[in-house]
């Protein structure tokens, strides 16, 4: 089993919409939870980071549920511009080393 | 001000070949990380640095795998006798410190003939 396990997709969404990913993780010591995005032959970017409690940037939601060991990503009001490849990101229990899910592929359509 | 910045872009090089891939980190981050991304898959840790102490080279994937920081801030990523399965885009990242937000270089993408 993978440490960090994403959905491939790609999701294929209409411009407006609302669509949600779940990302799993399989270390239960993991303490920080990160979302990227990363565009195509581009280096990721921190999107957002998730924490214990939720938190919401704009149109973007994280939620982290450490009982089930996930962490969602929720995009309101889809826009062309969020066509990008997603990545969940979990820490180790060092705290500095990252392990990476491989990504959902999001396509938004007009 | 400046970002993490990487060269060169892309590299091609033959079977057997020695590259070497540069890493300027971003001023004042201690930490650096170089990761190995695959297409179609997130990156793969391969070391870390805090300053100038390789403190994990863990994800290192054979001993052709070398990295440096002399210095505490410029990092190179050598690999020796380059295979085809050493294709791939090699990331380089850099935090403030431990635990801190990573940010990345553009990559080098590596193509070995």
């Known amino acids: 089993r993978k440490e960090v396990e994403q959905d491939p997709g790609p999701f294929n969404v209409p411009e407006g919409a609302t669509v949600a990913f779940n990302c799993t993780y399989s270390?239960?010591?993991?303490?920080?939870f990160f979302w990227y995005r990363q565009d195509c032959r581009k280096e990721p970017k921190l999107l957002m980071s998730v924490y214990s409690s939720g938190n919401e940037d704009g149109r973007f939601t994280a939620q982290l549920n450490r009982a089930s060991q996930y962490i969602s990503l929720l995009i309101r009001d889809s826009k062309l511009s969020d066509s990008a490849t997603y990545l969940c990101?979990?820490?180790?229990?060092?705290?500095?080393?990252?392990?990476w899910g491989a990504g959902t592929k999001l396509i938004i359509k007009p | 001000g400046a970002g993490v910045s990487q060269s060169p872009r892309y590299k091609v090089a033959k079977r057997g070949q020695d590259v070497a891939l540069r890493c300027d980190p971003i001023s004042g981050h201690v930490s650096l990380f170089w990761y190995q991304q695959a297409l179609g898959q997130g990156p793969e840790f391969l070391t870390y640095f805090q300053n100038e102490a390789q403190l994990d080279k863990s994800g290192l994937p054979s001993d052709r795998f070398f990295a440096e920081r002399p210095e505490g801030s410029v990092s190179t990523l050598k690999i020796q006798r380059t295979q085809q399965e050493d294709s791939a885009v090699y990331l380089c990242?850099?935090?403030?410190?431990?635990?801190?937000?990573?940010?990345f270089g553009p990559g080098t993408r590596l193509t070995v003939t």
């Open positions: 990242a850099s935090s403030l410190n431990r635990g801190g937000e990573q940010y």
């Open positions: 990101v979990v820490n180790k229990e060092s705290n500095y080393q990252l392990i």
């Open positions: 270390n239960s010591a993991s303490q920080s």
